[in-house]
């Protein structure tokens, strides 16, 4: 399984980016999919999760309301949508895909998570 992640960039506080997170090597529609970050010196947090089929979605308290994740099956794709974005925002993100297939519950621990990518950095200049 290869995950591609990519949109990252420098915005200004109360921009916007939308990443998006190509998938490949297994059926990635049976796959619940997440995005984690990373700031410098902090420990990798979850953002946002999404179901296989895409009906059911979680996300940390404080990127409710202003990111929205979403997938198109059809293309592989997973994508983040990140709006009025907070200094606080930057850090390293990275996708992930679920390690079992077809379960109807989004994880807020890596640890139910099997492949990651590379990642792609955000920075949010105040």
């Known amino acids: 399984v290869q995950l591609q992640a990519s949109g990252g960039g420098l915005v200004q506080a109360g921009g916007s980016l939308r990443l998006s997170c190509a998938a490949s090597?297994?059926?990635?529609?049976?796959?619940?999919m997440g995005w984690f970050r990373q700031a410098p010196g902090k420990e990798r947090e979850f953002v946002a999760g999404i179901s296989y089929g895409g009906g059911l979605t979680n996300y940390k308290d404080s990127v409710k309301g202003r990111f929205t994740i979403s997938r198109d099956n059809a293309r592989n794709t997973v994508y983040l949508q990140m709006n009025s974005l907070k200094p606080e925002d930057t850090a390293v993100y990275y996708c992930?895909?679920?390690?079992?297939?077809?379960?109807?519950?989004?994880?807020?621990?890596?640890?139910?998570?099997?492949?990651w990518g590379q990642g792609t950095q955000v920075t949010v200049s105040s």
């Open positions: 992930a895909q679920g390690l079992s297939s077809r379960i109807f519950r989004v994880s807020k621990n890596d640890n139910d998570y099997e492949y």
């Open positions: 090597g297994r059926t990635n529609s049976n796959y619940v």
